[in-house]
């Protein structure tokens, strides 16, 4: 793990790192300033030979490296306990975290097929009392017109029956008129002296007119 991944894990490891990378850098530095004044001081001291200086040099090298080395593995082992920390600390809560956005996925999921069960309904719904409506308003129609010729059945019925009535009356009239002619003529008749026939008929008439 690089410095960049590892400092993006936890502030307090980026903080550490940065700390130890500057003191590696400082001290780096430190042995680079110290190296021409040793080379000085090497040149300028009466020497046996250049082999005795090459192996006076090789340890500070040496000792670079092993500083390096030692960096790296510290960087590889805060790397790897950040890492078991991270995972310790926040593998439980990412579980959480992810079990409350399955079981919050799986709410929407049933309130969304609740809520399209409620349209079909509602759609049925609409559909059956406008089926309804229709219907009732046939029906009223038919019971209108049932109405209407019940009325119009009865007002000729009525008519008829005053017609009925109008014609009986004016034939009872028209009866009773001849009646009363025929009297008349009885009358007339037994004036003649015809007294049998003329009072027979008379007695006939009279029986007529008395009749219900």
């Not at 991944?5 to 700390?19: C, D, G, I, K, T």
């Not at 308003?137 to 017109?145: C, I, R, S």
């Not at 019940?150 to 034939?171: A, C, N, P, V």
Request: net charge negative; aromatic share 8%; with cysteine.
């Amino acid at each position: 793990m690089t410095e960049e991944e590892a400092s993006a894990v936890n502030p307090l490891v980026e903080s550490f790192l940065r700390h130890e990378v500057n003191r590696y850098q400082k001290k780096l530095k430190y042995q680079r300033k110290s190296w021409p004044m040793v080379k000085n001081s090497l040149y300028n001291t009466d020497m046996p030979d250049q082999e005795t200086q090459t192996q006076d040099t090789v340890p500070i090298c040496d000792h670079e490296e092993e500083i390096n080395c030692h960096v790296k593995k510290e960087l590889d082992s805060l790397s790897r306990q950040l890492l078991e920390y991270n995972e310790k600390t926040f593998g439980s809560l990412m579980q959480e975290i992810t079990k409350q956005l399955e079981e919050q996925v799986n709410a929407n999921n049933k309130l969304r097929s609740e809520i399209e069960q409620q349209k079909i309904k509602l759609y049925i719904a609409e559909k059956l009392l406008a089926s309804l409506s229709n219907n009732k308003f046939k029906y009223t129609k038919l019971e209108q017109d049932r109405a209407m010729s019940i009325t119009d059945t009865s007002e000729m019925l009525q008519s008829l029956y005053e017609e009925t009535r109008f014609m009986y009356f004016k034939f009872e009239q028209d009866c009773t008129i001849s009646l009363m002619h025929l009297s008349i003529m009885a009358l007339h008749v037994s004036r003649l002296r015809c007294s049998s026939f003329g009072q027979y008929l008379t007695i006939s008439i009279i029986d007529i007119l008395l009749k219900p």
